[in-house]
């Protein structure tokens, strides 16, 4: 009975090993074949997500930190747009190409993706509440103006009633939205250069040379300096390779002008406008943003394409990682991130919003000839779609959005 036994242990123990043996190489064959899927999931993604790294860091309320400014274009057909193009009553015309023509519209579904955390979802009711009973005030040039286009048309979605928005546009410097149910006051003005010159007026700014005040700025400050929130700009209209500068009045037929290397001229309008922000901000109230230069795509070469082609036709983004246009100038960016750190030790924090490496890569996001400014484009223009393309300002919705995400979070901090 006790041989019976044994040999019957014997069979059972030997089962388990055929069995345990089975289920190692079964378990073996799937950790394989799930490598592999994974593998080319990653393959196949590549060409839905763009990465971008910057170094940059943010601290959001989790004390968790991520750099907003690293991550990925996904295309996201269900989420995007935040915004239906004829439904924004401020949409710019400069900026509203699917009404003047474009009919590929895949601009408008790639959403932004961080590395490290996801951007909070752009909830308009919510920074309404915000800036219930405060000035919120875009300070730049055109590119500037588009971001306050995208913002405007993000809060507009959620009032829904008329009479409670308005828009006071008077040909001055200054626009203003207002969410009357709010008291709040969404508004642009135009200061291209921040400092005053002759380029100030926001029509007639189309002259032989250009001309700059690099130590005047209160014409302009005293307008926006109360705002409860700041969102400057200024960097393509100092890109030739000099500035002519005004010691004195343009009405004062004594003043000495000077022509100085851009760069320079640059960091000489930096220097006034930290010492005004230092003197004049109220660091209580008032928050700062500075939004780094936008890129430009109109020379295809760089990015592999045809000679003499600009972004015209493009419908894809760049997929190299790393890709920097000719036109994006990392000294004048230097200057403006010195200037932001000189500043935060004298007490005052600006927070700079990275903008540059991540749209580097949507050179599918501008207008092209898919566009009005001051008039709609001839025959003739049209015919040559390459020399009359604007690849400058970007499509809406589209890529300014995203920008006013990155600027949500921050102001609510995640």
Same mark, same amino acid.
């Given at each position: 009975m006790?041989a019976r036994?044994q040999?019957?242990v014997?069979?059972?123990?030997g089962? #388990?090993?055929k *069995?345990?043996?089975?289920q190692?190489?079964?378990?073996?064959?799937?950790a394989v074949?799930?490598?592999?899927?994974v593998? &080319?999931?990653?393959?196949?993604?590549?060409?839905?997500?763009?990465?971008?790294?910057v170094?940059?860091?943010? #601290?959001?309320?989790s004390h968790?930190e991520?750099?907003? *400014?690293s991550g990925?274009?996904?295309?996201d057909?269900k /989420? !995007?747009?935040?915004?239906k @193009?004829?439904e =924004?009553?401020?949409m710019?015309?400069?900026?509203a190409?699917?009404?003047f023509g474009?009919?590929?519209? /895949?601009?408008?579904?790639?959403?932004?993706?961080?590395n490290?955390?996801?951007?909070?979802?752009?909830n308009a009711t919510r920074?309404?509440e915000?800036?219930?009973?405060k000035? &919120?005030v875009f300070v730049g040039?055109s590119?500037?103006?588009?971001?306050?286009?995208?913002m405007? =048309?993000?809060?507009d979605s959620?009032?829904l009633?008329?009479?409670?928005k308005l828009?006071?546009?008077?040909?001055s410097?200054?626009?203003i939205?207002?969410?009357?149910g709010?008291?709040?006051?969404i508004e642009?003005y135009? @200061?291209p250069l921040?400092v005053?010159?002759?380029?100030d007026?926001p029509v007639n700014?189309k002259?032989p040379?250009? %001309?700059?005040r690099?130590?005047?700025? @209160?014409?302009h400050?005293r307008?926006w300096?109360?705002?409860d929130?700041l969102?400057?700009n200024s960097y393509?209209?100092w890109k030739?390779p000099? %500035?002519?500068v005004l010691?004195?009045?343009?009405?004062d037929?004594?003043?000495?002008?000077k022509?100085?290397e851009?760069v320079?001229s640059?960091?000489?309008?930096?220097?006034?406008? #930290?010492d005004w922000?230092?003197?004049h901000?109220?660091r209580?109230k008032?928050?700062l *943003?500075f939004?780094s230069?936008?890129p430009v795509?109109?020379?295809a070469e760089e990015? +592999?394409g045809?000679n003499g082609q600009? =972004?015209y036709g493009e419908?894809e983004?760049?997929?190299k990682?790393?890709?920097? +246009?000719n036109k994006?100038?990392?000294?004048m960016?230097r %200057?403006?991130e010195?200037?932001i750190d000189?500043?935060?030790?004298?007490?005052l924090?600006?927070?700079?919003?990275?903008?540059?490496?991540l749209?580097? !890569?949507r050179? @599918? +996001?501008h207008?092209?000839i898919y566009?009005?400014?001051w008039?709609?484009?001839?025959?003739e223009?049209?015919?040559n779609?390459?020399s !009359?393309?604007?690849c %400058?300002?970007?499509?809406?919705? +589209?890529?300014?959005?995203?920008?006013?995400e990155? &600027?949500?979070?921050?102001i609510?901090q995640?």
């Amino acid at each position: 009975m006790v041989a019976r036994n044994q040999n019957l242990v014997a069979i059972t123990w030997g089962a #388990s090993v055929k *069995f345990s043996i089975i289920q190692f190489f079964v378990s073996l064959i799937l950790a394989v074949f799930f490598v592999a899927a994974v593998y &080319m999931a990653r393959e196949y993604v590549t060409f839905s997500m763009i990465p971008v790294m910057v170094d940059v860091t943010f #601290s959001g309320s989790s004390h968790s930190e991520c750099n907003l *400014f690293s991550g990925k274009w996904v295309f996201d057909n269900k /989420s !995007y747009p935040l915004y239906k @193009e004829k439904e =924004c009553k401020f949409m710019s015309d400069q900026l509203a190409c699917n009404k003047f023509g474009r009919e590929d519209l /895949s601009y408008r579904y790639w959403r932004w993706q961080p590395n490290q955390c996801d951007l909070p979802r752009f909830n308009a009711t919510r920074l309404l509440e915000e800036l219930r009973n405060k000035r &919120m005030v875009f300070v730049g040039d055109s590119l500037n103006r588009g971001q306050w286009v995208s913002m405007v =048309c993000l809060l507009d979605s959620s009032i829904l009633d008329p009479k409670m928005k308005l828009l006071n546009n008077t040909g001055s410097n200054l626009i203003i939205y207002k969410a009357l149910g709010y008291n709040a006051s969404i508004e642009f003005y135009w @200061e291209p250069l921040l400092v005053e010159s002759n380029s100030d007026d926001p029509v007639n700014h189309k002259l032989p040379e250009r %001309i700059v005040r690099t130590q005047s700025i @209160e014409k302009h400050a005293r307008v926006w300096t109360d705002a409860d929130i700041l969102v400057f700009n200024s960097y393509l209209w100092w890109k030739q390779p000099h %500035i002519k500068v005004l010691w004195g009045s343009f009405k004062d037929e004594n003043g000495i002008y000077k022509e100085v290397e851009n760069v320079r001229s640059y960091e000489m309008a930096f220097k006034t406008w #930290s010492d005004w922000l230092e003197i004049h901000v109220d660091r209580a109230k008032t928050r700062l *943003f500075f939004i780094s230069m936008s890129p430009v795509h109109e020379n295809a070469e760089e990015w +592999g394409g045809s000679n003499g082609q600009n =972004c015209y036709g493009e419908t894809e983004l760049i997929k190299k990682e790393g890709y920097t +246009g000719n036109k994006t100038d990392p000294n004048m960016m230097r %200057i403006v991130e010195n200037t932001i750190d000189e500043l935060k030790t004298r007490g005052l924090k600006v927070e700079f919003i990275n903008i540059t490496q991540l749209s580097e !890569y949507r050179k @599918e +996001g501008h207008p092209s000839i898919y566009r009005k400014q001051w008039g709609a484009l001839s025959e003739e223009q049209l015919s040559n779609p390459s020399s !009359y393309s604007d690849c %400058i300002h970007w499509c809406l919705p +589209g890529v300014p959005d995203v920008w006013n995400e990155i &600027m949500y979070a921050y102001i609510f901090q995640m």
